[in-house]
């Protein structure tokens, strides 16, 4: 039986990507890829497909409220994590909401293929980079969601008000965010503080995109 899959990411290169290289196995077809968490729940929802494959940086609505939302409708579902950056903390709540799947996107290509075929067989799946932070110590104070795309928007060069037009939010709270921000990593600059976070891994070059 041929297995349907949805992709959810707003960046159409990746799923281009992910859709070819799933090519490989015979039995899944990538139903609709689609750009935004709102779309996936509907998706998701309508279509009940056998697998999500969900990006956590998301417009609409992050990957963690994609799969809590999506699996009510869709309880026999399965769901795959696969994202370029995420709070460890956000990570530990994917693995308590009982997400059956997570996988960095610097993993290689063969392994984001075999732990969909994994998972499509009823297994739990960790990629090696996630279970890496997943058993190491937090070494910076824990960031919210949306301190994290308060932070993306920073290091994607917008000013307090144009990161407010985009996250539905007022310049006050961006303000107060970026300064949470820089007193939860000691610095005082941005510039510093998009250093500290690359290197707490919760920035990439994809996320920056």
Request: charged letters at 20%; a neutral charge; hydrophobic letters at 45%.
């Amino acid at each position: 039986m041929t297995k349907r899959v949805v992709i959810a990411d707003d960046h159409a290169f990746v799923s281009w990507g992910l859709s070819k290289a799933l090519t490989v196995l015979d039995d899944i077809e990538v139903s609709i890829c689609v750009t935004n968490g709102i779309e996936a729940i509907a998706e998701i929802r309508k279509s009940k497909p056998h697998l999500a494959i969900i990006d956590y940086n998301m417009p609409g609505a992050n990957g963690l409220e994609v799969f809590l939302e999506a699996k009510r409708w869709s309880p026999e579902t399965r769901f795959i994590l696969l994202t370029g950056a995420a709070p460890t903390a956000t990570l530990h709540q994917f693995v308590d909401a009982g997400i059956h799947g997570l996988c960095l996107k610097d993993a290689s290509e063969t392994e984001i293929v075999e732990i969909v075929r994994q998972v499509l067989k009823g297994q739990l799946v960790v990629g090696k980079s996630i279970a890496a932070l997943l058993r190491a110590p937090a070494d910076h104070a824990p960031v919210t969601e949306r301190e994290l795309a308060v932070l993306q928007a920073i290091a994607r060069g917008h000013t307090n008000a144009t990161a407010a037009a985009s996250l539905g939010i007022s310049p006050k709270t961006v303000d107060s965010h970026r300064t949470s921000l820089m007193r939860a990593f000691a610095v005082n600059s941005t510039a510093s503080l998009i250093v500290a976070a690359m290197k707490a891994g919760l920035l990439d070059h994809e996320s920056l995109r």
